[in-house]
């Protein structure tokens, strides 16, 4: 199930959503039809099937045509997936950042870290680790950057 | 009964593997290093499995020492394709000369092992090898032991797809599996599951019956219509299996779909008819699980994921990963 938090901010309409998308999801019945810059923050997304990711594309496949410019922050694992497996699941929008998963090796803690997509470049695929909030033990990143940064190595 | 391992590669690591199985499955093995070598070697369309490096930058050369067009003039008329597996370090979709060589070998996604040889592959790949020897695997047991967990859920109603997905999750979580991997296989069931509830079924003269049906319709099947989920739960990998009773996806199908790369052209949202989004059997690939593909004709389906136990989803994206079919 989605769950959408939706605030003003700047001009902009921010949309946080969290939770699954799948058949069920309405993104248009959730987001409403934005008719200004909007921003959303997807860091909550756990799950996306196929017929989800097909009512993505759908929806926000509107927005290009009628000049209307959006961004995405944030982006879940799961998100940054379908960026890296279908090319237009951005659909025109911006990404502005995403999220990295770690794993903490001492206390099996899984934690999520932003990072915005202009940084990325500058990691030169060498990510490092963080401190664990739970155990203060190291906590690595848990993927391989350059499968999971390949989406910014597109054109 | 037991096989005959024979590689067709220059890569050392392809030769100690399989050697190393033969060893520990008491079978015969035999390293060829040329197409010249496997001509000579003794052959036999019962006890044969040819394992076949398809990275060789050469491969599509003809001077290359196993040429793919040359091996598949030589192995058609006398081998079946069944029991070829084509060996990558590449994603599954992602190797041109398995694809651009599909007409060679019929279909490029019968078999392929990708070159991850971890010690859960150590377990199952022998499995794989082994069901080529019987006409159709018998759904899940095929892949483990008598001593593994088999679990067993049957559908009897589309509004039952989703609580059976989330067991999947949970299920996987209890017995340690990570957040993101759990998920991703639940996400991988469900996919499963609507291809079983939607694409599967077809009417008395043989088409779709459900395929334009709203994703989210309510309905109950029909008593031959139910659609089974198997999971099972081995020392070092784990597998869901669901079955249909319509054996409607073949060879063609599932090339069709695995053979699409969106990562190079765009998805469009009206390519498929209905409400299919034509993804998931993409998607599951994608994302580094292992898949089985079963059918008898007209009768049934298992459609298999597999996916090792490891301590984390990096170390996942670097295990086994393999695709078989049996149809």
Same mark, same amino acid.
């Given at each position: 199930?989605?769950?959408?938090?939706?605030?003003?901010?700047? $001009?902009?309409?921010?949309?946080?959503?969290?939770?699954?998308?799948?058949?069920k999801?309405?993104?248009? %019945?959730?987001?409403?039809?934005?008719?200004q810059?909007?921003?959303?923050?997807?860091? $909550?997304?756990?799950?996306?099937?196929?017929? $989800?990711v *097909?009512?993505?594309?759908?929806? #926000?496949?509107?927005?290009g045509? %009628?000049?209307?410019? #959006?961004?995405?922050?944030?982006?879940?694992?799961?998100?940054v997936?379908?960026?890296?497996?279908?090319?237009? #699941?951005?659909?025109?929008?911006?990404?502005n950042?995403?999220?990295?998963?770690?794993?903490?090796?001492?206390? *099996?803690t899984?934690?999520?870290?932003?990072?915005?997509?202009?940084?990325?470049v500058?990691?030169?695929? *060498?990510?490092?680790d963080?401190?664990?909030?739970?155990?203060?033990?190291?906590?690595? #990143?848990?993927?391989?950057?350059?499968?999971?940064f390949?989406?910014c190595?597109?054109? | =009964?037991?096989?005959?391992?024979i590689?067709?590669?220059?890569? !050392?690591?392809?030769?100690?593997?399989?050697?190393?199985?033969?060893k520990?499955e008491?079978?015969? +093995?035999?390293a060829?290093?040329?197409?010249g !070598?496997?001509?000579? @070697?003794?052959?036999?369309?019962?006890h044969s499995?040819?394992?076949?490096?398809?990275?060789?930058?050469?491969?599509?050369?003809?001077?290359?020492p196993?040429?793919?067009?040359?091996?598949?003039?030589?192995?058609?008329?006398? +081998?079946?394709?069944?029991? /070829?597996?084509?060996?990558?370090?590449?994603?599954i979709?992602?190797?041109?000369?398995?694809?651009?060589?599909?007409?060679?070998?019929?279909?490029?996604?019968?078999?392929?092992?990708?070159?991850?040889?971890?010690?859960?592959?150590?377990?199952?790949?022998?499995?794989?090898?082994?069901?080529?020897?019987?006409?159709?695997?018998?759904?899940?047991?095929?892949?483990?032991?008598?001593?593994?967990? &088999?679990?067993?859920?049957?559908?009897?109603?589309?509004?039952?797809?989703?609580?059976?997905?989330?067991?999947?999750?949970?299920?996987?979580?209890?017995i340690? =599996?990570?957040?993101r991997?759990?998920?991703? &296989?639940?996400?991988?069931? !469900?996919?499963l599951? =609507?291809?079983?509830?939607?694409? @599967?079924?077809?009417?008395?003269?043989?088409?779709?019956?459900?395929?334009? =049906?709203?994703?989210r319709?309510?309905f109950?099947?029909?008593?031959?219509?139910?659609?089974?989920?198997?999971?099972?739960?081995?020392?070092?990998?784990?597998? &869901?299996? &669901?079955?249909?009773h319509?054996?409607?996806?073949?060879?063609?199908?599932?090339?069709?779909?695995?053979e699409?790369?969106?990562?190079?052209?765009?998805?469009?949202?009206?390519?498929?008819?209905?409400?299919?989004?034509?993804?998931?059997?993409?998607?599951?690939?994608h994302?580094?699980?292992?898949? /089985?593909?079963?059918?008898?004709?007209?009768?049934?389906?298992?459609a298999?994921?597999?996916?090792?136990?490891?301590?984390?989803y990096?170390?996942f994206?670097r295990?086994?990963?393999?695709? @078989?079919?049996?149809?």
């Open positions: 199930m989605l769950t959408v938090q939706k605030q003003e901010a700047a $001009g902009k309409t921010v949309y946080t959503i969290s939770g699954t998308i799948d058949e999801t309405d993104l248009a %019945k959730e987001l409403g039809t934005p008719t810059p909007f921003v959303v923050v997807a860091k $909550g997304i756990t799950r996306i099937n196929s017929v $989800g *097909k009512n993505w594309i759908r929806f #926000f496949s509107t927005f045509p %009628k000049q209307i410019v #959006f961004s995405f922050e944030q982006l879940s694992p799961t998100l997936e379908q960026l890296n497996a279908i090319q237009n #699941f951005n659909c025109g929008g911006t990404v950042s995403i999220v990295m998963p770690y794993l903490c090796a001492g206390c *099996k899984e934690l999520i870290v932003p990072i915005k997509t202009a940084d990325i500058k990691l030169n695929n *060498k990510v490092p963080v401190k664990c909030p739970k155990c203060s033990g190291n906590a690595a #990143f848990d993927e391989f950057p350059e499968e999971y390949e989406f190595s597109r054109g | =009964m037991g096989f005959n391992l590689t067709l590669s220059d890569q !050392d690591e392809d030769q100690l593997y399989f050697s190393e199985m033969a520990k008491n079978w015969s +093995f035999k060829c290093l040329t197409l !070598d496997l001509e000579s @070697a003794d052959i036999d369309e019962t499995i040819i394992l076949l490096d398809a990275d060789h930058p050469k491969a599509q050369l003809p001077d290359c196993y040429p793919m067009s040359k091996v598949r003039q030589y192995l058609n008329p006398l +081998f079946p394709a069944t029991k /070829v597996f084509p060996i990558t370090s590449q994603p979709n992602r190797n041109r000369a398995l694809i651009d060589e599909g007409n060679t070998f019929k279909y490029p996604f019968y078999h392929n092992i990708i070159r991850n040889y971890d010690e859960s592959s150590k377990q199952i790949l022998p499995k794989i090898i082994g069901c080529t020897q019987i006409k159709l695997p018998n759904g899940l047991h095929s892949f483990f032991n008598e001593k593994d967990i &088999v679990e067993e859920m049957k559908l009897t109603e589309s509004t039952q797809r989703e609580k059976t997905v989330l067991t999947v999750e949970k299920k996987l979580q209890a340690g =599996m990570d957040s991997l759990s998920a991703r &296989v639940a996400q991988a069931s !469900d996919e599951l =609507m291809n079983a509830i939607f694409d @599967a079924p077809r009417d008395k003269s043989g088409n779709p019956s459900r395929m334009l =049906m709203d994703r319709a309510q109950k099947f029909g008593a031959a219509e139910t659609v089974d989920l198997q999971i099972g739960i081995h020392d070092n990998y784990i597998g &869901v299996c &669901v079955s249909d319509y054996g409607s996806i073949n060879g063609d199908t599932l090339r069709k779909y695995l699409q790369s969106y990562r190079e052209d765009d998805y469009k949202v009206n390519r498929y008819k209905g409400q299919s989004a034509g993804l998931g059997l993409y998607g599951i690939i994302a580094g699980l292992s898949i /089985v593909l079963i059918s008898d004709h007209k009768k049934q389906t298992h298999m994921i597999f996916c090792p136990r490891t301590d984390s990096r170390s994206r295990s086994f990963q393999f695709s @078989a079919c049996f149809f």
